[in-house]
């Protein structure tokens, strides 16, 4: 499993069932929850032993029709939430199910007469016994109970008497009579309320079984779609499947980006723009060098190594100790003396002596910078309603999963009259925004100087500071601040931001087109064609 967390969770919800749930009996339980878990995990978790009761073989069964459906298993492994859920769901079923199925049945009635005859005294019971065998002759043919042979002997025992007036011998063997015919009818009862239970037990398992397939196709149908979230940001999917959460129009809108071949080109471009930058990172190093080495040591004499001239008495050779005791050699000792001339013995020992040498390199790598992140602004105003919105919101969402794909970090900036944004690194709490954005109705008027100034100041964050903008708007307005244009002129100059628009009229402001790096028209009166009108898309194409 994937986390302790929602393991907890699960371990609760079995011991839960076990102990309080109202189907069938605790053993049973506990059994069903041990082939649940080795369905789910067949390495950890062993067979249990077998019981012999139909409830039991059936939702044995009914497991395994469940887990044998494709890709379940796979999806749940990926997914510990789905794997909770769908364990809650069918510990659910089989408790929602074993209850309707025994409360809601056609023998409710014959239950009742059933109970009643237990119940009723034997003084009644001796006048009204040709009741209780009509009742029964008309419910079962005489091949499964034969009412005509109880008829005869209840005749014999009763006849027209009263409860007194039947001796006490022939009133036992009435009761056992009565006790044996009520047994015989409980068990018939029993086996077509339970004939009954079992085929509508079928219905059910197959309703359930058909319903967990719509689920995991559409959970294999959103992952399809929605992988770049999920699969970079870890968004919980299992919210969308589980849960009421439509995501029709992020499909819808997904559709549309494939039918617009120009549109998924312009963001499969921007993907390649300001691809990583290569840099060239030195890198300082302190290299130390220790050595060791035996030298002489003169201070420390331990070993005779050969012998020298010296003035070294202690150390003179005993021949040259002889001159001195001559008188004729006297004066040529002294002469040797004075000059450290006389032999003597080289005493010599040896040290060892460390040496440190320090030295510095310098090297030099390739550091690739990371792929900066998207602010991408979209025009919600009245004047895009139609054609117009439908490109801004496809192409938001293909810029999106372009971007996230890619591991960057993206930003959307609804605008008019005033300014909504969405941060789309966490995605798990903005896929809900981006589908709300994506059934929006346009209105209001165009102020471009907010959503500019928004993405600058996003730019100067740490998080969007490597940031491209691009602009999706029809760009009918007549002013945008000054300020802010010299805030976007600085960015470009010094940051190298990139500001990017696609207009989506034929009628633009082109004094403010001037201030982007590239500019983009799309016209919607002829779908599928762009035309870039500052620098070419070959152009780009060769420099990204």
Same mark, same amino acid.
């Given at each position: ?169 022939? &009133? =036992?063997?009435? #009761? %056992? @009579? ?8 409980? !068990?018939? $009862?029993?086996? +077509? *309320? ?56 992020? &499909? =819808?809108?997904? #559709? %549309? @980006? ?8 312009? !963001?499969? $471009?921007?993907? +390649? *723009? ?271």
């Amino acid at each position: 499993m994937a986390t302790n967390v929602p393991q907890d969770r699960l371990e609760q919800e079995y011991e839960r069932f076990i102990e309080f749930g109202n189907l069938l009996d605790r053993q049973t339980r506990k059994y069903l929850v041990q082939y649940l878990r080795h369905k789910i995990e067949p390495k950890r978790f062993e067979v249990p032993e077998e019981l012999q009761d139909q409830y039991y073989e059936y939702f044995k069964r009914a497991l395994d029709n469940l887990f044998s459906l494709e890709n379940l298993l796979p999806v749940m492994r990926r997914n510990q939430r789905i794997t909770q859920q769908v364990v809650l769901d069918t510990l659910y079923w089989m408790r929602k199910t074993y209850d309707k199925v025994r409360s809601k049945n056609p023998f409710e009635q014959e239950v009742s007469r059933l109970q009643m005859w237990a119940i009723t005294p034997m003084h009644v019971f001796v006048k009204r016994w040709h009741v209780l065998i009509n009742s029964i002759r008309e419910e079962y043919p005489r091949e499964k109970l034969d009412a005509d042979f109880y008829q005869t002997r209840f005749g014999e025992l009763i006849g027209n008497k009263t409860i007194e007036e039947i001796e006490a011998r022939d &009133r =036992e063997r009435l #009761e %056992l @009579l009565l006790t044996d015919l009520l047994a015989q009818w409980d !068990a018939l $009862l029993n086996a +077509r *309320m339970l004939e009954y239970q079992l085929q509508h037990l079928e219905d059910e398992m197959q309703a359930y079984q058909e319903l967990m397939e719509a689920k995991v196709e559409e959970y294999t149908q959103l992952t399809n779609l929605i992988s770049p979230f999920s699969d970079y940001l870890g968004w919980d999917m299992s919210r969308s499947l589980w849960e009421d959460t439509s995501f029709n129009i992020l &499909r =819808e809108y997904d #559709e %549309l @980006l494939q039918k617009e071949e120009s549109i998924r080109e312009l !963001a499969d $471009l921007l993907g +390649r *723009m300001r691809e990583a930058e290569i840099d060239m990172e030195e890198e300082t190093f302190e290299k130390t060098i220790i050595r060791q080495e035996w030298v002489p040591d003169e201070d420390s004499r331990s070993e005779v190594v050969g012998i020298h001239e010296s003035d070294e008495l202690s150390h003179m050779l005993s021949s040259e100790a002889g001159l001195l005791g001559d008188e004729q050699t006297e004066d040529l000792f002294l002469a040797r003396f004075a000059e450290k001339n006389l032999l003597t013995f080289r005493y010599e020992d040896q040290k060892l002596i460390k040496s440190t040498n320090k030295s510095v390199e310098v090297n030099q790598r390739k550091r690739q910078k990371e792929k900066g992140p998207f602010i991408v602004c979209v025009d919600t105003s009245e004047s895009m309603l139609g054609r117009p919105e439908q490109i801004a919101k496809v192409l938001a969402l293909g810029i999106l999963k372009m971007a996230i794909r890619e591991n960057r970090r993206a930003y959307l900036i609804n605008f008019s009259i005033g300014i909504k944004t969405i941060d789309l690194y966490d995605i798990a709490d903005s896929i809900d925004e981006l589908a709300k954005f994506l059934t929006m109705s346009f209105h209001g008027g165009t102020d471009i100087s907010l959503p500019l100034y928004e993405a600058i100041r996003q730019i100067k964050s740490e998080s969007y500071e490597d940031a491209d903008v691009l602009v999706i708007s029809d760009f009918i307005m007549y002013r945008v601040d000054k300020e802010v244009l010299k805030d976007v002129q600085h960015f470009q100059l010094n940051q190298g931001t990139q500001f990017h628009s696609l207009t989506l009229s034929s009628d633009p402001n082109t004094r403010i087109l001037e201030h982007f790096d590239t500019n983009w028209v799309y016209d919607p009166q002829e779908k599928g064609i762009m035309q870039e009108l500052t620098h070419g898309l070959e152009e780009l194409r060769q420099r990204y």
